[in-house]
């Protein structure tokens, strides 16, 4: 058994309309010092086996097809400790 | 890093400028050096290379569409034509419509969620530099075949993408069409309308008139988007730190959009905007070069003004970023507190980057160097026109001699009833059409799957008074039509989109068009451009209906095969009192059933050859414009005398989709009985038909006023019953035609 973190974020360039609407509330509610804020998305995978190389490639290819949207999103694959 | 400005260019006139990668011609830009007695600057290449576009200039279209000007038809209603950001039209009661198609094919194909959005967001802020408030939308698409895999990836996404940003805008989407071909597998086609209303004396252009008026750019701050080409110039010419590949999906805020049209209608009310501009593609290039060319002549700007959302854009990429939801306004001085007052109260970031010059030329500071210093009408009208050379396709003459006379009957005009019903061309859309908002801002009266979408007047604007009238809209093309003969393959679908508008009671007034072909290099798909715009300019004197503006798609093509042409027509009515609208279909019990318009065994291009042979062949239906325009008179006559109860245009699949569709929106049967050969009465498409139901007692005084027309009518039958029945021909119980027209696109796209 492990758990795979997928993080999948907008491209830096495309812009995020969430991101911008959290970072103007933030002052609204009194939090200061905030220059910007960009949402993304975390997905907990759990492997029914170890996260072998095969299993994390697999994971890889979720992402590819499923999780993120490659054309303006990027993702990182990571195993939790 | 090296800005390459006006004295840089100067002193270096042989330095190699990348052209060729932003799609320049090496005589266009010859041209461009000619004009400017020197080589441009990389910010002056980046206007002139957008501007001159296939996209922004028309250059292959021009020669052609003049003909929507030349041929137009003698119009009282028309008040802002060809040219602007959209046509105007006068409704009565000093209310005008202004509305116009556009296509984003492209992007939708891309990214089809982002694509199909920022689509609408375009076409909606075209609606809103108008002076008017958006009011609905519509779109037309088209996708590849059903069953192929790619169109359960484009078309959920399309679907998905209309819907967020028309929901969120708070617009309702209130008819359109969606098709099926494989020919748009590779190229589908996302062609997004939309309508707005104002007063007859608010119309607003697109001009910069007045030395010492300040310009001003409101709305989203400017980012990378969409501009792939821009950045060979800022990293190929100068030894810039090499740059990420920009992005060329621009991802739309609707509820910036929003933002942008309260403020401008507050903007309009206060009087405080002299000219105004949206920035759709080419962004800045465009709209400085386009207000300064129908104003005064003169503008200057200083780029660093401009907000940025990436720091790090260069000037070139300033210039030609596709960045949404922004406009650019001309201001009076006196008036640009009260303008950043009301930018301010809706949120809307506005900042001064420039003012209005009698100098006659476009001037563009960056860090206090000039990088631009232009004749603006050079960019914005003097673009280069190209007579394109087009001839017939080799296999036109065999496309046309393969008659689908051949084909073999069917035996059961039961089965292919339902066969075509259950068809993906013929099927309910509910699948689509639900997950849009039909009925927000509630003055919507028909909607899909109507004929046509209509919405009542009613704005509370300070001096308007209460009217009864009313708007219709329709939008329809047939890309098989048109592929089998543009010239009358446009006639029919203005014809249809003059018919729907009709059926519904209101009389028809303009037309707007989106124009999708293959590469105008391609001398085959040129001469299909040519013919279609021949045939709809000549289609619209006939019926009396002028374009007042609309958009050329080119290039839509997977390596060198063509989609089909396919002209979309939108067409826009005005009835004097919508509750004389007439609903679609059977909506009563008891009732005399009608066809209007004769039969004649016209199968090119059909549904039933298209479904049941996959063939396509020989010629369309004719197009006769005179028995269309006598029909539309009828129908609006009749309308307006009261007598019609429900009414349906006939079109893909002829008379028999017609009384299926009938019977379907209200869940009641008819009988009828044919008087010819039941597959031709049942199947032809004939064009200038409708389907009526009339009171009986109303019957006599409806059949006199057709006759006063020429317009044949045929009774048919009654309505009543759980079934359709097509004596001694086939019965259907409604239940089973609902079943499968509305099972279709379920079981494709769950």
């Given at each position: 058994?492990?758990?795979?973190?997928?993080?999948?974020?907008?491209?830096?360039?495309?812009?995020?309309?969430?991101?911008?609407?959290?970072?103007?509330?933030?002052?609204?509610l009194?939090?200061?010092?905030?220059?910007?804020?960009?949402?993304?998305?975390?997905?907990?995978?759990?492997?029914?086996?170890?996260?072998?190389?095969?299993?994390?490639?697999?994971v890889?290819?979720?992402?590819?097809?499923?999780?993120?949207?490659?054309?303006?999103?990027?993702?990182?694959?990571?195993?939790?400790? | 890093?090296?800005?390459?400005?006006?004295?840089?260019?100067?002193?270096?006139?042989?330095?190699?400028?990348p052209?060729?990668?932003?799609?320049?011609?090496?005589d266009?830009?010859?041209?461009?050096?000619?004009?400017?007695?020197?080589?441009?600057?990389?910010?002056?290449?980046?206007?002139?290379?957008v501007?001159?576009?296939?996209?922004?200039s028309?250059?292959?279209?021009?020669?052609?569409?003049?003909?929507?000007?030349?041929?137009?038809?003698?119009?009282?209603?028309?008040?802002v034509?060809?040219?602007?950001?959209?046509?105007?039209?006068?409704?009565?009661?000093?209310?005008?419509?202004?509305?116009?198609?556009?296509?984003?094919?492209?992007?939708?194909?891309?990214?089809?969620?982002?694509?199909?959005?920022?689509?609408?967001?375009?076409?909606?802020?075209?609606?809103?530099s108008m002076?008017?408030?958006?009011?609905?939308?519509?779109?037309?698409?088209?996708?590849?075949?059903?069953h192929?895999?790619?169109?359960r990836?484009?078309?959920?996404?399309?679907?998905?993408?209309?819907?967020?940003?028309?929901?969120?805008?708070?617009?309702?989407?209130?008819?359109?069409e969606?098709?099926?071909?494989?020919?748009?597998?590779?190229?589908?086609?996302?062609?997004?309308?939309?309508?707005?209303?104002?007063?007859?004396?608010?119309?607003?252009?697109?001009?910069?008139?007045?030395?010492?008026?300040?310009?001003?750019?409101?709305?989203?701050?400017?980012?990378?988007?969409?501009i792939?080409?821009?950045?060979?110039?800022?990293?190929?010419?100068?030894?810039?730190?090499?740059?990420?590949?920009?992005?060329?999906?621009?991802?739309?805020?609707?509820?910036?959009?929003?933002?942008?049209?309260?403020?401008?209608?507050?903007?309009?009310?206060?009087?405080?905007?002299?000219?105004?501009?949206?920035?759709?593609?080419?962004?800045?290039?465009?709209?400085?070069?386009?207000?300064?060319?129908?104003?005064?002549?003169?503008?200057?700007?200083?780029?660093?003004?401009?907000?940025?959302?990436?720091?790090?854009?260069?000037?070139?990429?300033?210039?030609?970023s596709?960045?949404?939801?922004?406009?650019?306004?001309?201001?009076?001085?006196?008036?640009?507190p009260?303008?950043?007052?009301?930018?301010?109260?809706?949120?809307?970031p506005?900042?001064?980057?420039?003012?209005?010059?009698?100098?006659?030329?476009?001037?563009m500071?960056?860090?206090?160097?000039?990088?631009?210093?232009?004749?603006?009408?050079?960019?914005?009208?003097?673009?280069?026109?190209?007579?394109?050379?087009?001839?017939?396709?080799?296999?036109?003459?065999?496309?046309?001699?393969?008659?689908?006379?051949?084909?073999?009957?069917?035996?059961?005009?039961?089965?292919?009833?339902?066969?075509?019903?259950?068809s993906?061309?013929?099927a309910?859309?509910?699948?689509?059409?639900?997950?849009?908002?039909?009925?927000?801002?509630?003055?919507?009266?028909?909607?899909?799957?109507?004929?046509?979408?209509?919405?009542?007047?009613?704005?509370?604007?300070?001096?308007?008074e209460?009217?009864?009238?009313?708007?219709?809209?329709?939008?329809?093309?047939?890309?098989?039509?048109?592929?089998?003969?543009?010239?009358?393959?446009?006639?029919?679908?203005?014809?249809?989109?003059?018919?729907?508008?009709?059926?519904?009671?209101?009389?028809?007034?303009?037309v707007?068009?989106?124009?999708?072909?293959?590469?105008?290099?391609?001398?085959?798909?040129?001469?299909?451009?040519?013919?279609?715009?021949?045939?709809?300019?000549?289609?619209?004197?006939?019926?009396?209906?002028?374009?007042?503006?609309?958009?050329?798609?080119?290039?839509?093509?997977?390596?060198?095969?063509?989609?089909?042409?396919?002209?979309?027509?939108?067409?826009?009515?005005?009835?004097?009192?919508?509750?004389?609208?007439?609903?679609?279909?059977?909506?009563?019990?008891?009732?005399?059933v009608?066809?209007?318009?004769?039969?004649?065994?016209?199968?090119?291009?059909s549904?039933?050859?298209?479904?049941?042979?996959?063939?396509?062949?020989?010629?369309?239906?004719?197009?006769?414009?005179?028995a269309?325009?006598?029909?539309?008179?009828?129908?609006?006559?009749?309308?307006?005398?009261?007598?019609?109860?429900?009414?349906?245009?006939?079109?893909?699949?002829?008379?028999?989709?017609?009384?299926?569709?009938?019977?379907?929106?209200?869940?009641?049967?008819?009988?009828?009985?044919?008087?010819?050969?039941?597959?031709?009465?049942?199947f032809?498409?004939?064009?200038?038909?409708?389907?009526?139901?009339?009171?009986?007692?109303?019957?006599?005084?409806?059949?006199?006023?057709?006759?006063?027309?020429?317009?044949?009518?045929?009774?048919?039958?009654?309505?009543?019953?759980?079934?359709?029945?097509?004596?001694?021909?086939?019965?259907?119980?409604?239940?089973?035609?609902?079943?499968?027209?509305?099972?279709?696109?379920?079981?494709?796209?769950?």
């Amino acid at each position: 058994m492990a758990r795979v973190i997928v993080d999948v974020m907008l491209k830096p360039e495309i812009l995020d309309p969430q991101g911008q609407a959290i970072a103007r509330a933030l002052p609204r509610l009194g939090f200061s010092g905030v220059s910007a804020v960009r949402q993304g998305k975390r997905f907990e995978i759990e492997l029914e086996g170890p996260a072998d190389e095969a299993a994390i490639a697999d994971v890889r290819k979720m992402a590819e097809t499923l999780l993120a949207n490659t054309v303006i999103e990027d993702y990182t694959v990571r195993v939790e400790a | 890093m090296t800005t390459d400005s006006v004295k840089r260019a100067e002193s270096t006139p042989d330095e190699p400028m990348p052209f060729a990668e932003l799609g320049m011609k090496q005589d266009e830009y010859d041209r461009v050096k000619e004009i400017l007695g020197r080589r441009p600057t990389g910010s002056e290449l980046a206007i002139y290379s957008v501007m001159w576009s296939e996209h922004c200039s028309y250059k292959s279209s021009k020669v052609h569409l003049r003909q929507f000007a030349t041929k137009a038809p003698h119009s009282d209603a028309l008040l802002v034509g060809m040219g602007e950001n959209a046509g105007v039209v006068d409704i009565g009661d000093g209310w005008a419509a202004t509305f116009k198609i556009e296509s984003h094919n492209h992007p939708s194909y891309v990214e089809p969620h982002q694509g199909a959005a920022t689509g609408v967001g375009g076409i909606v802020r075209d609606i809103m530099s108008m002076g008017a408030r958006p009011i609905a939308v519509m779109d037309a698409l088209r996708f590849g075949g059903a069953h192929q895999d790619d169109t359960r990836r484009v078309l959920p996404g399309v679907v998905e993408g209309i819907s967020h940003y028309g929901n969120c805008l708070g617009l309702p989407n209130i008819g359109g069409e969606v098709a099926f071909d494989e020919c748009y597998i590779g190229n589908p086609l996302v062609n997004a309308l939309c309508v707005g209303l104002l007063r007859k004396d608010q119309i607003k252009l697109a001009t910069a008139p007045g030395p010492g008026n300040k310009v001003v750019l409101f709305g989203a701050s400017t980012g990378p988007d969409g501009i792939g080409g821009a950045s060979v110039l800022a990293s190929a010419t100068f030894e810039d730190e090499s740059q990420a590949k920009r992005p060329a999906v621009q991802v739309g805020d609707p509820f910036m959009e929003k933002l942008l049209i309260e403020c401008c209608l507050e903007l309009y009310a206060a009087d405080v905007v002299v000219g105004i501009q949206d920035l759709g593609a080419a962004g800045v290039s465009c709209a400085t070069t386009e207000l300064a060319a129908k104003g005064t002549g003169g503008m200057a700007v200083d780029l660093n003004l401009v907000p940025l959302r990436d720091p790090s854009l260069r000037p070139e990429e300033i210039l030609m970023s596709e960045s949404q939801e922004r406009m650019m306004a001309v201001v009076r001085p006196s008036d640009i507190p009260a303008f950043m007052a009301i930018c301010e109260k809706w949120d809307v970031p506005a900042t001064v980057i420039g003012e209005v010059t009698d100098t006659g030329r476009l001037v563009m500071t960056w860090h206090g160097e000039t990088i631009v210093d232009i004749p603006p009408g050079t960019a914005a009208d003097e673009g280069p026109v190209y007579e394109r050379p087009f001839h017939e396709p080799a296999g036109q003459a065999a496309l046309n001699a393969d008659t689908p006379d051949t084909l073999a009957r069917p035996a059961d005009l039961r089965a292919t009833l339902l066969q075509l019903l259950g068809s993906p061309n013929l099927a309910s859309k509910a699948w689509v059409t639900d997950q849009y908002d039909r009925y927000v801002r509630s003055n919507t009266v028909l909607a899909q799957p109507a004929d046509a979408g209509m919405l009542r007047i009613s704005e509370a604007i300070a001096g308007a008074e209460p009217t009864t009238r009313g708007i219709a809209l329709s939008t329809d093309g047939n890309g098989r039509y048109a592929k089998l003969d543009p010239y009358a393959g446009a006639q029919l679908a203005l014809a249809e989109a003059y018919r729907n508008v009709a059926v519904t009671g209101a009389k028809p007034l303009a037309v707007t068009n989106c124009l999708n072909f293959g590469s105008p290099e391609d001398p085959e798909v040129m001469w299909q451009f040519a013919e279609a715009v021949r045939g709809l300019a000549d289609a619209c004197r006939t019926l009396g209906v002028p374009v007042t503006g609309g958009n050329v798609s080119f290039y839509n093509q997977t390596g060198s095969t063509a989609i089909h042409p396919t002209p979309v027509v939108g067409v826009l009515g005005v009835i004097d009192d919508v509750a004389k609208r007439v609903p679609t279909g059977f909506v009563a019990e008891g009732l005399r059933v009608a066809l209007l318009g004769d039969t004649a065994a016209e199968f090119g291009g059909s549904e039933w050859a298209h479904v049941a042979h996959g063939h396509l062949g020989g010629l369309p239906p004719e197009a006769d414009l005179e028995a269309e325009r006598a029909l539309g008179a009828v129908l609006v006559e009749a309308a307006a005398r009261g007598l019609l109860e429900g009414s349906h245009d006939l079109s893909d699949g002829g008379l028999a989709i017609a009384l299926a569709e009938s019977c379907l929106a209200r869940g009641i049967g008819a009988t009828v009985a044919l008087s010819g050969e039941p597959f031709t009465d049942l199947f032809s498409e004939s064009a200038g038909r409708a389907l009526v139901v009339v009171r009986p007692e109303a019957f006599d005084e409806f059949a006199a006023l057709c006759a006063e027309h020429e317009v044949p009518c045929y009774g048919l039958g009654v309505t009543g019953g759980e079934s359709l029945v097509v004596q001694d021909v086939l019965e259907v119980p409604v239940s089973e035609l609902r079943d499968t027209h509305s099972g279709a696109l379920p079981a494709v796209f769950g």
